[in-house]
């Protein structure tokens, strides 16, 4: 079964402030200028309470009066980017740094609006002028570790987390970044480490995906029975919280505890009863208690959404555990027409040729594999087993 992307949405967001408190008092003698104050306040007031159309016409007024007004220009780019307007947000932040280089919300906006595309090259680039005049900030340095992280860059994401954690014991954008960082890599002990730390440090607030975070990696280190309690933790927040049902589905599967993984595959069905994955999920527990004829309806019903090579898989097992080897076989063959390059379907016909006494078959079912050129110690194992005769 292929491995979902089931690490939660990522938890290291957090917000640059805006403009308006550092709104200089307006020279009172100048009607023009405390109007343009006037507007100024009022517009990010409206953008702190969301109210973007409201917003949008007290800056708009104020490039009636001034037009390159740096306040006016980021209020626009601001509100654009609230409704996710990266591009038009852009040009209203470009426009601004063109008037006024330098100028730290136009920086900030433009960096998130390229965060926000997938454009991390360019938001670090961003990000870096500022840092070169205060490589001491602490919401930007952890940005561009985010923005490391995001293009796998292992070292200098890692080098500015750890820096802002000397600047800030126990930062928590930092922490959940390592975590994120350690677990993209597969550093899943480490991951842990951190996600604990985070978790220890905030247990009277504790954020659900935190919680999954860590179950994760006791799922993928294989200590399922330490992962239940975490996603049983995050249950108790969110009842139907995906992450955390999935998770206990699959230790419970880790931990050959198939009744109990069915529970939560259904209720992730419950919810999403179109779930092609978590059908196959649930097909393939129910086909290992042995209940072939729920585990075929599950099976069929994702079939019947899109093919699915598992499904398919999981059909041609059913086929294989009732004893009809040939059928099976004839299953599996036409999975290896679809994708030769996987080893799975090999092994599955060489244990039916086995079981029909055909071990020549079996080797031959088996050498093919190899004859593409690609290694598999299953495939290996497989073949020294039956010329050892160490299968019978």
Same mark, same amino acid.
Request: charged share 25%.
């Given at each position: ?61 104020? $490039?009636?009066? =001034?037009? #390159? +007004?740096? *306040? @006016? &220009?980021? /209020? !626009? %780019? ?29 920086l900030f906006g433009l960096a ?52 802002? $954690?000397?600047? =800030?014991? #126990? +930062?928590? *954008? @930092? &922490?959940? /970044? !390592? %975590? ?21 440090l905030n247990e009277s607030i ?117 004893g009809s080897y040939q059928e ?65």
């Amino acid at each position: 079964m292929s491995e979902l992307d089931l690490q939660p949405p990522d938890i290291t967001e957090n917000s640059i402030a805006v403009p308006p408190d550092n709104i200089q008092d307006a020279d009172k003698t100048d009607p023009i200028v405390s109007k343009i104050s006037e507007l100024s306040k009022q517009g990010y007031q409206f953008l702190k309470e969301n109210k973007l159309p409201q917003a949008e016409n007290a800056f708009s007024q104020i $490039l009636e009066l =001034e037009e #390159n +007004n740096n *306040y @006016a &220009l980021v /209020g !626009l %780019g601001d509100s654009e980017r609230k409704q996710n307007h990266f591009k038009e947000a852009i040009q209203y932040y470009s426009h601004c740094l063109s008037c006024h280089p330098g100028n730290n919300y136009a920086l900030f906006g433009l960096a998130d609006c390229y965060k926000a595309l997938n454009q991390y090259h360019k938001a670090i680039e961003i990000w870096e002028q500022y840092l070169v005049h205060d490589d001491r900030n602490i919401t930007v340095l952890t940005r561009v570790a985010d923005a490391y992280r995001k293009i796998r860059d292992f070292k200098k994401s890692k080098q500015l987390y750890l820096k802002v $954690l000397d600047m =800030e014991n #126990n +930062n928590a *954008y @930092a &922490l959940i /970044g !390592l %975590g994120h960082l350690h677990y993209d890599f597969q550093e899943y002990r480490d991951a842990l480490f951190y996600w604990t730390k985070m978790l220890d440090l905030n247990e009277s607030i504790v954020d659900i995906r935190v919680l999954t975070s860590i179950g994760n990696c006791h799922r993928k280190l294989k200590t399922f029975s330490k992962g239940v309690y975490y996603f049983e933790r995050a249950l108790k927040m969110d009842p139907d919280n995906f992450y955390a049902l999935f998770g206990l589905a699959d230790c419970y599967r880790g931990m050959n505890q198939q009744y109990r993984s069915i529970e939560y595959w259904n209720k992730i069905l419950a919810m999403d009863p179109n779930n092609k994955v978590i059908l196959t999920r649930a097909g393939d527990a129910y086909r290992n208690t042995g209940d072939y004829e729920t585990a075929e309806k599950y099976y069929s019903k994702a079939m019947d959404i899109d093919f699915d090579i598992y499904a398919a898989l999981g059909l041609a097992l059913i086929c294989k555990g009732k004893g009809s080897y040939q059928e099976a076989i004839e299953r599996l063959s036409s999975l290896i027409r679809n994708d030769p390059k996987n080893y799975r379907p090999y092994i599955d016909i060489a244990d039916c040729y086995i079981k029909m006494n055909k071990k020549e078959d079996a080797v031959d079912i088996l050498k093919s594999f190899q004859r593409q050129g690609i290694r598999s110690q299953a495939i290996n194992d497989m073949i020294e087993k039956i010329q050892n005769e160490k299968i019978a």
